[in-house]
T-cell receptor
Framework: EAGVAQSPRYKIIEKRQSVAFWCNPI?????LYWYQQILGQGPKLLIQ????????DSQLPKDRFSAERLKGVDSTLKIQPAKLEDSAVYLC????????????FGPGTRLTVT | AQSVTQLDSQVPVFEEAPVELRCNYS??????LFWYVQYPNQGLQLLLK??????LVKGINGFEAEFNKSQTSFHLRKPSVHISDTAEYFC??????????FGSGTRLSIRP
């Protein structure tokens, strides 16, 4: 079975620019997560989707971050405008909530804001 | 609220030596506990999990962890480490098996 796919793997932008990340979860996984992992820290949940609905976005900085999962499959995370402190790895994970407690992670997108 | 504390940010050990990575959690309800490993430039991979039952949990790559409810701990152990175990290890807790809270990580470095 194919794993969680993410693109791009690396992105460098200047502050105040916008950027978008894409995630394609494992087929059949209804639950999708976006995490932000700042260097030296553990992943922090930004948003959780169940199918195409938002379950938890309490830690998403909504003034600059947005995410969508329109058809309940792949998802995009956008930052507009970016700040220096947004430099981090953005991880996508998916889970089949009926079968397993395990979240499966993609390789991540490393964002550098200069 | 739940939280996870990984007591050591870095653990250096010699190859073939035993290792223990410490993890303590706080939660007012029953929990599920996890250890994930992250190799350089990769996502996280599940090592093992405790959901219920036996407090000694065995995972992949020869790792095991013991759930201690009275001490609110879930320490990770391996009797003999290999160079390939060099990675960052994250302890995590969940009360719903849906939302997971991660610790800050422990970097395990293996010396030949």
């Amino acid at each position: 079975e194919a794993g969680v796919a993410q693109s791009p793997r690396y992105k460098i932008i200047e502050k105040r620019q916008s950027v978008a990340f894409w995630c394609n979860p494992i087929s059949g996984h209804a639950t999708l997560y976006w995490y932000q992992q700042i260097l030296g820290q553990g992943p922090k949940l930004l948003i959780q989707f169940q199918n195409n609905g938002v379950v938890d976005d309490s830690q998403l900085p909504k003034d600059r971050f947005s995410a969508e999962r329109l058809k309940g499959v792949d998802s995009t995370l956008k930052i507009q405008p970016a700040k220096l402190e947004d430099s981090a790895v953005y991880l996508c994970a998916s889970r089949n909530f009926r079968q397993s407690h395990e979240q499966y992670f993609g390789p991540g997108t490393r964002l550098t804001v200069t | 609220a739940q939280s996870v504390t990984q007591l050591d940010s870095q653990v250096p050990v010699f190859e073939e030596a035993p290792v223990e990575l410490r993890c303590n959690y706080s939660s007012s309800v029953s929990v599920y506990l996890f250890w994930y490993v992250q190799y350089p430039n990769q996502g996280l991979q599940l090592l093992l999990k405790y959901l219920s039952g036996s407090t000694l949990v065995k995972g992949i790559n020869g790792f095991e962890a013991e759930f201690n409810k009275s001490q609110t701990s879930f320490h990770l152990r391996k009797p003999s480490v290999h160079i390939s175990d060099t990675a960052e290890y994250f302890c995590a807790v969940s009360s719903s098996a849906s939302k997971i809270i991660f610790g800050s990580g422990t970097r395990l470095s293996i010396r030949p």
